[in-house]
């Protein structure tokens, strides 16, 4: 089980990373660090899965999950949110939390 945990630590560290930058203001860091998280937990989605890419990109995690016929609707609209690129003045151009789609995408994808 110690690759659960390794999965779990590096989740949860990416998520207070995420929620901090937010704290202060710092609402791309926020992005990024909920980006990471999120390709953490598709990772392990698509591990259980038996799947396993050659990559250490969590958006190519991201990009693989949402043309993949076993993510459900619901979840691949998620996923593009983290894959929406911001517009000039660095801002998302969709309305989206991606720190709680982070933790909707956990909850959808691994039940535990």
Not at 41 to 68: H, M, N
Request: charged fraction near 30%; proline fraction near 5%; glycine fraction near 4%.
């Amino acid at each position: 089980m110690k690759d659960l945990d390794s999965w779990k630590h590096r989740f949860d560290k990416e998520l207070e990373m995420a929620e901090r930058a937010r704290a202060s203001g710092n609402e791309g860091m926020a992005r990024v660090c909920a980006r990471r998280a999120a390709g953490i937990v598709v990772a392990e989605f698509l591990r259980l899965q038996g799947i396993e890419l050659k990559t250490p990109s969590a958006y190519d995690y991201l990009r693989y999950l949402s043309q993949s016929p076993i993510a459900p609707p619901d979840v691949k609209t998620v996923v593009e949110h983290f894959l929406t690129r911001i517009t000039p003045d660095y801002r998302l151009p969709v309305e989206a939390d991606l720190i709680a789609e982070t933790r909707w995408l956990r909850q959808r994808l691994i039940t535990e």
